[in-house]
């Protein structure tokens, strides 16, 4: 018994490594996302004004059929592998293995980039990789811990847990006394760039930024306890400071002058080694557990206009802007520009019976919840969608629209979240069985990555397994981050040697028994749905087939030909058409869809053509087309019967779904127009 306990608390520690506060990453603020990759590498997509993607240009990615998947471009660091992503409103910053080098490209027009003028950069060819060289942080900085964005402002923790900040400081966000741009000109970086005062010997252990704000996590080493500082812009209490004043944009405001912030005593207060007090969680058959902590302030997360404390015992509090119901208190009253509103008098956020909270993020107005089952949880404004409820109704301000009112995000059929992503007016979450993305919410600029502008998440049948997962490339998934922060707790006996290329994604369930002669060269692609067999080939080929039959016979020939065709017979003269398969109107009146499905089968092998040709009638009052819903018809005896949504609006999601559920998957959308529109699929 004793040692199943260590392992469980091996195991434990491990997943909770997964989300452990050591490991950042801001995939999003505005209207674009970057994200990491298990090489080391970046993509990009959504708006791209200001050259934030890092591709050379100002074209927005994301928003037409061929610019995701493998037709995006990895960004160009001069192959320099990235460990962590921030990303600004119309920038984007990462950090590299190679720390502590850092670099910046997209709007600089303030200082954000660390360049020293106020240029843009990656809107032009020639303006990443090695024509962008690493940010001059200075000497006197030899590891970089942490870095975060807010709207146009950068802040990283160094060594020894010092903050530097540059970028706009209008409103005092970077804490250094005046309200003047730092990055913006000539020797402003570098060992001229100095660091944040926090107070006397106190150091840093996570910073935060939001919209034109800034926050600390502190480490008070006497009491083992964390506490919070927050300066910049104050106007709705999202500094905690008790009145909307700006902080740190004049002389003796910062270091200790700057109080800590009247926290309730269910976060300030630290906890025993006992078996209740705070969570780690882990999942094994479907079970979540409760574990120790160390101190009980975890995590914490700034929005546009909010802030959003998470403690180890899975608890939110929030304060900031709260005119739409974003702070989730059931009512729309601004938190922290009020000394009566902090201390005791902030209540926790209820999500619901027994609920613990792993991750919060917020947008611009929403925010949206991680639970310890890992399903999400979404409040505050909704018209584009990014609640995901399929309503477009914002939650958070009425009675009752709070706790186990509050309905759980469908991410699909037993879809669990890893990490939720809150943009400006959208949302994504990365999924926890194969580290892919979705998205939903407004859509303008292409950001949810889904080579279309239509918004999701705000109207019926949205979201659920309607919601396709963003196409970032073959075999390609999601990395949060990658830590490389010495170890809390190193191992009493380290392996000799150790491991030269250790696993960053540790099984989960590992064997209990595990083989005492494992494979020499196991397979970099195992099977995903092995099948169960009682008679295992005593005698494997040594050479077995690199792209083996998908869909095998289970009736294979007894009598195989001992001399088949060396190469198959190429037919220059095929069938003159494809299978046409008319859809007449269902009830005899104009008003329904009219027109054909073409299938031509083995089309480029295994590839069919769908020409979907629609006539819709005229509103004459209203002189606009009709965007009823419309019924495609029967394909193959009635196997595929679907629908074609509104087809004027450039929707084919209804086409899309005509075959889905049978296995065939999406190519591109080759030629759209008014009246015909062509759909390529592949299986």
Not at 144 to 149: L, M
Not at 422 to 433: E, K, M, V, Y
Not at 446 to 453: A, P, S, V
Request: net charge negative.
């Amino acid at each position: 018994m004793g040692s199943l306990i260590i392992y469980l608390i091996l195991l434990l520690s491990s997943l909770w490594s997964e989300i452990s506060p050591k490991c950042f990453a801001k995939f999003s603020m505005g209207d674009h996302v970057c994200i990491l990759l298990p090489n080391l590498m970046v993509k990009c997509w959504g708006e791209n004004n200001e050259g934030q993607l890092g591709y050379g240009n100002a074209e927005n990615m994301g928003d037409n059929d061929g610019e995701m998947g493998d037709y995006l471009a990895f960004v160009d660091l001069d192959n320099e592998g990235v460990i962590s992503l921030a990303v600004g409103m119309s920038f984007s910053c990462s950090l590299h293995y190679q720390n502590p080098q850092m670099r910046c490209w997209g709007d600089g027009s303030l200082g954000q980039l660390g360049s020293e003028n106020d240029d843009n950069i990656g809107d032009d060819p020639n303006e990443l990789g090695i024509y962008l060289p690493p940010i001059n942080l200075g000497e006197n900085v030899k590891y970089v811990s942490q870095i975060t964005c807010g709207m146009d402002h950068v802040l990283i923790i160094t060594d020894n847990g010092f903050v530097k900040a540059w970028g706009n400081n209008y409103h005092g966000q970077l804490g250094l006394g005046d309200n003047y741009n730092r990055g913006d000109d000539s020797n402003e970086m570098g060992n001229q760039l100095e660091f944040l005062k926090l107070g006397s010997d106190l150091q840093a252990i996570e910073v935060s930024a939001g919209v034109s704000f800034s926050c600390a996590k502190i480490l008070i080493s006497s009491s083992s306890s964390n506490e919070l500082k927050c300066w910049g812009f104050g106007e709705y209490g999202m500094l905690g400071s008790g009145n909307d004043d700006w902080i740190g944009n004049d002389p003796n405001e910062m270091g200790d002058y700057l109080p800590f912030i009247n926290l309730p005593s269910f976060i300030t207060s630290s906890s025993d080694f006992t078996i209740t007090s705070g969570f780690f969680f882990f999942f094994l058959s479907h079970f979540y557990i409760n574990f120790f902590s160390f101190t009980q302030l975890l995590l914490f997360s700034l929005g546009h206009f909010t802030t959003g404390i998470i403690t180890q015992d899975g608890l939110l509090a929030m304060f900031g802007k709260n005119h739409i119901g974003q702070l989730g208190y059931e009512d729309n009253n601004h938190r922290g520009d009020n000394p009566s509103d902090l201390g005791e008098n902030l209540q926790a956020v209820n999500l619901g019976t027994s609920r613990s909270v792993i991750e919060i993020s917020s947008g611009d107005d929403h925010s949206c919840a991680l639970l310890d089952n890992l399903l999400i949880k979404c409040w505050g404004y909704g018209s584009w969608g990014q609640l995901g409820y399929e309503d477009g109704s914002s939650r958070g301000s009425q009675p009752n629209s709070m706790g186990n009112n509050l309905p759980y995000i469908d991410l699909g059929s037993d879809q669990l979240a890893y990490h939720v992503i809150a943009g400006r007016w959208f949302t994504c979450a990365i999924l926890q069985s194969n580290n892919q993305l979705k998205c939903w919410g407004e859509n303008q600029h292409g950001q949810l990555g889904y080579g279309d502008t239509l918004q999701r998440g705000g109207s019926n049948q949205d979201m659920g397994l309607n919601l396709d997962q963003v196409e970032i490339g073959c075999e390609l998934k999601v990395q949060i981050c990658f830590d490389y922060s010495p170890t809390l707790t190193p191992s009493h006996s380290p392996s000799n040697p150790p491991t030269f290329d250790p696993t960053y994604q540790p099984t989960f369930d590992p064997s209990f028994s595990p083989t005492n002669h494992p494979t020499d060269y196991p397979s970099s692609q195992p099977t995903q749905h092995p099948s169960i067999s009682f008679n295992p080939s005593f005698d494997p080929s040594f050479h077995p087939t690199a792209h083996p039959t998908l869909d095998p016979t289970f009736q294979p020939t007894n009598d195989p030909s001992q001399s088949p065709t060396a190469a198959p017979t190429v037919t220059f003269s095929p069938t003159d058409g494809p299978t046409v398969i008319s859809i007449s109107d269902d009830d005899g009146n104009d008003d329904d869809l009219g027109g054909t499905i073409a299938i031509g089968c083995g089309i480029g092998g295994g590839v069919i053509l769908i020409a979907c040709v629609a006539y819709f009638t005229t509103n004459n009052k209203k002189g606009s087309h009709d965007n009823r819903v419309y019924e495609l018809g029967n394909i193959d005896n009635g196997k595929y019967r679907k629908y074609c949504d509104s087809i004027i609006a450039k929707n084919y999601t209804g086409v899309r779904r005509l075959l889905r559920s049978h296995g065939w998957r999406v190519g591109n959308f080759l030629h759209p127009t008014q009246q015909v529109y062509f759909i390529f699929f592949q299986k």
